[in-house]
């Protein structure tokens, strides 16, 4: 599935860069307002990342809530983050949301997409992102992806499938770590991948467990394996009530000690 994925996103970003052109997003990033610290936002405490996720290769439709009445949901229960899947074809989203999501919140904004060309790190802060989701297995060269991201003021979430990639993303100045408990090739969800990896990361890090995420439950255990974030798309966007489910795995969360013992 990725594979298909990078397929259609190279012919994508071939197009749009005849578009707009990675100068005119240069120019206009000098005259915008620096980013949300994402950072900052999640540091010091148990923190939840609600994903706008209007469809996905492993659910299919999910959603067709409008983003300004999720953004408000997320927001009333107590997100810290707001992420936003601007991929097209295989998950309904689009690069413009992250203008409208920037117009409504105060909340940092994360660009989720497979990011494999230099251009589309200058068009996540030309559009208003906050940080963005670079894929460790995919991304041809971490150290400058996490550099130009860094310069643009973005602290990005680095998502690592392995040992080797945790150790390359934080020889490379990673502050923010993503291990996704989904399986990219068969969508099976393991929640021992963040059980697995959370003890290679630094506690001065962030680790962001993504995927998975159903009940309170999931929370307290992730919580337990040492996540100091979750990320959580498909669920938030299926329930009735979005704001109390997210309150609850706040409390979830919250209330439970972070678990997991970094390697000094
Ligand atoms: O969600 C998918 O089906 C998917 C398939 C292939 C590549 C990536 C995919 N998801 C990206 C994500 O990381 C999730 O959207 C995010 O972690 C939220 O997960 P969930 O709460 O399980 O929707």
Do not use: W
Not at 25 to 46: Q, W
Not at 81 to 87: D, G, H, R, V
Not at 168 to 196: H, M, P, Q, V, Y
Request: proline residues 5%.
């Amino acid at each position: 599935m990725l594979k298909k994925i990078i397929t259609e996103k190279r012919k994508e970003i071939s197009k749009i860069k005849t578009k707009e052109t990675i100068n005119e997003l240069k120019d206009r990033i000098s005259t915008s307002d620096p980013p949300k610290d994402f950072k900052e936002a999640l540091n010091g405490k148990f923190s939840i990342i609600c994903e706008y996720k209007r469809a996905s290769p492993s659910t299919g439709p999910i959603s067709s809530k409008r983003l300004e009445e999720s953004i408000k949901s997320f927001e009333n229960g107590g997100a810290t983050a707001i992420s936003i899947l601007t991929e097209k074809k295989f998950f309904n989203g689009d690069i413009k949301y992250l203008k409208t999501a920037k117009s409504i919140t105060n909340l940092p904004i994360l660009m989720k997409d497979f990011i494999i060309d230099e251009y589309q790190i200058f068009q996540a802060r030309a559009y208003g992102a906050s940080s963005i989701l670079l894929i460790a297995s995919i991304c041809p060269n971490l150290e400058t992806f996490i550099n130009i991201s860094k310069s643009l003021n973005m602290e990005p979430l680095i998502e690592c499938e392995n040992s080797l990639e945790i150790y390359k993303a934080l020889e490379n100045g990673a502050e923010i770590i993503g291990i996704n408990n989904r399986n990219l090739s068969n969508f099976t969800i393991d929640f021992n991948k963040t059980r697995a990896f959370a003890p290679l990361i630094p506690n001065e890090k962030i680790l962001v467990s993504e995927s998975g995420v159903k009940r309170s439950e999931d929370v307290k255990m992730l919580r337990e394996y040492g996540a100091d974030a979750i990320l959580i798309g498909t669920e938030v966007m299926k329930s009735k009530n979005p704001s109390d489910f997210i309150k609850d795995l706040l409390i979830a969360g919250t209330l439970t000690p972070k678990g997991g013992s970094p390697i000094e």
